[in-house]
């Protein structure tokens, strides 16, 4: 599957739980259709997570996707960056 960083994907799931965001994981065999991948892989490596939005007829006029999941997608992610320097040592240290 993709080579996503343990560390972000945890710290993702903590903070949705803290917020009480809904949130569903995703087991993935193969490539995640992303630039996940070449980013992580990149000179010496950087930390990569994928954070998805559940929509239907990607890249098609007509793309549907639920606006209560994208502004909840966007308060996670918010809160993802928010004091990572100073949070995120501690996730590191496991």
């Known amino acids: 599957g993709p080579n996503i960083a343990r560390w972000m994907s945890q710290r ?30 990149a000179r010496e490596g950087i930390a990569t997570a994928v954070l998805s939005l559940p929509l239907k ?3 098609s006029p007509v793309e549907t996707l639920d606006l209560a999941d994208l502004e909840t997608t966007a308060v996670l992610l918010a809160d993802f960056v928010t004091d990572l320097a100073k949070e995120g040592g501690e996730y590191l240290a496991d």
């Open 12 to 41: 993702l799931i903590d903070k949705a739980k803290a917020k009480e965001l809904p949130y569903s994981l995703e087991v993935m065999t193969g490539h995640s259709g992303t630039n996940a991948w070449r980013v992580q892989t």
């Open 57 to 59: 007829y990607m890249h």
